[in-house]
């Protein structure tokens, strides 16, 4: 690992025991100072309101005009140079946002999966969720500001401006990190990891943005798509409309488009996040094999096999095991088996919560041949949703103070995140005859042929950026 990746490593540990101190002593240690404002900056932005200039708006082009299809491997290169700027007081401001977004995304997949079906699919992004909320947090004031970084795992509501959260530095921050998920691929014979992050930003015609806003999401989606069309008159069509517009701009198919807008929003937050991954050492094996999606019913899949020495770990105790596959030099794919494929509901509850990061600690190299589907899983949920099943249905609702994001009288309708998760072989798409097994008595055979969960893990912040259930590699989540 690098002298960067191992300071980094060091400002995690000293988070996570911070994290487990009893309440009281947290007065005497405050994690989070290289998140908030600095004392120069409150100095500005407590400056009386008639010294400032308004911000400047604009009102977004309409949804027919011309856009260029995204270049991923550009949006890629951006967030290498992110991750290759890393030094100093940075490493810690990442390790603090890894550990927040961790904790965010362990308690939002809880509520996703509550709503959904145990035999259904997931995919899932930590990453996407806490930016999101920041986003919404950069457009905030109080109170919905000062319950946003409540809801961000950040205390600081009426305390001083140097308590309060610096949205600007939460984003760099989440922008470093999705650079150091991709930054290693493609290096000393690593497969390369591909992360693109494309927003787009539906208003209702007439309705101004404020460009300091939409510009402040750079780091976040660097590919931020603000256009207007009619939201009202037609809220299906409007939908239709959105859907072609981002496929037609990133053309990713992504799961569960969207089917109508809400009729009395003015606002839409589209946010697509697209991943992909090959495995470095796997082939795609000739044929379909049968993944069984319950005792009695199969699907033919493409499937993946590779052979090689896995970090490992088997506990009878708690029905699963756990294996990690590298993806890169400091990326690992996380694969959570249950022993008994009935018990997947309670492996996945007590699996995606903060023992997950623990039991890592427990994987010892393992001699085995892995054989698991190739994936292509796609997902989508309305934050709001979420936000209702949380019982916080109104931190974005109609009351909303989002004076930054407009002068306009706001109404947030749907906020969408969807996700494109794919993992395929390192030789491409040809196929192969299965690879030699191990020699010697203590090769493992493992085959995920039923349903199971998996992470995807950045070992350097510490940062999940996706979880998720393949319960149907062939539908979508």
């Known amino acids: 690992m690098s002298p960067a990746g191992l300071g980094l490593r060091a400002a995690v540990l000293c988070l996570l025991a911070w994290a487990g101190l009893p309440a009281a002593d947290r007065l005497y240690i405050h994690p989070f100072h290289m998140l908030v404002y600095s004392k120069s900056s409150c100095e500005q932005l407590e400056k009386p309101s008639g010294e400032a200039p308004p911000d400047p708006t604009f009102t977004p082009v309409p949804i027919q005009a011309q856009t260029s299809p995204v270049d991923e491997e550009a949006l890629r290169e951006q967030l290498v140079l992110a991750a290759q700027k890393l030094q100093g007081e940075d490493k810690m401001r990442v390790a603090t946002v890894g550990m927040l977004l961790n904790f965010m995304g362990f308690r939002m997949y809880k509520t996703l999966t509550e709503t959904q079906a145990a035999a259904g699919g997931a995919v899932f992004s930590p990453t996407a969720l806490f930016g999101t909320l920041t986003s919404f947090y950069l457009g905030a004031l109080d109170p919905t500001a000062g319950r946003l970084q409540a809801f961000l795992g950040v205390p600081g509501e009426g305390q001083s401006c140097t308590s309060r959260l610096d949205g600007h530095k939460v984003l760099s921050a989440l922008q470093t990190i999705q650079g150091l998920l991709v930054q290693q691929g493609g290096a000393g014979g690593q497969a390369r990891l591909l992360l693109s992050t494309v927003l787009g930003l539906f208003t209702a015609p007439g309705l101004r943005l404020k460009q300091p806003f939409v510009g402040g999401l750079v780091p976040f989606a660097p ?21 072609r517009f981002m496929q037609a701009v990133t053309g990713w198919k ?7 807008v809400s009729p009395d929003s003015n606002l839409i937050f589209n946010a697509q996040v697209h991943f992909q991954g090959q495995m470095k050492g796997f082939s795609l094996l000739a044929g379909l094999r049968e993944f069984w999606v319950d005792n009695a019913t199969s699907v033919a899949v493409p499937m993946l096999s590779g052979t090689g020495t896995f970090p490992h770990w088997s506990d009878p105790q708690r029905n699963l095991s756990l294996t990690r596959v590298p993806l890169s030099a400091n990326v690992g794919l996380l694969l959570v088996q249950p022993h008994d494929a009935a018990a997947l509901p309670e492996v996945e509850a007590l699996t995606f919560q903060h023992d997950l990061l623990s039991w890592t600690k427990n994987l010892a190299p393992r001699a085995m041949r892995l054989t698991m589907p190739q994936l292509a899983l796609r997902g989508s949920y309305d934050l709001q949703d979420l936000l209702a099943q949380a019982k916080l249905a109104t931190l974005l609702g ?6 930054r994001i407009s002068d306009g009288s706001l109404r947030v309708g749907q906020v969408l995140n969807s996700v494109l998760f794919e993992l395929k072989a390192e030789k491409g798409e040809q196929p192969t005859e299965p690879a030699p097994q191990p020699t010697g008595p203590e090769a493992l055979e493992v085959t995920l042929d039923r349903p199971f969960l998996f992470a995807v893990q950045d070992q350097d912040s510490t940062a999940l950026h996706f979880l998720g259930r393949v319960a149907n590699p062939l539908s979508a989540a």
């Not at 008159?233 to 939908?239: G, H, K, N, V």
């Not at 992504?254 to 109508?260: A, F, W």
């Open 223 to 243: 590919v931020t798509l603000p256009r207007s069309l009619d939201l009202s008159t037609d809220p299906q069509l409007a939908a239709e409309k959105i859907n």
């Open 398 to 403: 109609a009351e909303a103070s989002l004076g």
């Open 254 to 260: 992504m799961g569960s488009p969207l089917q109508e």
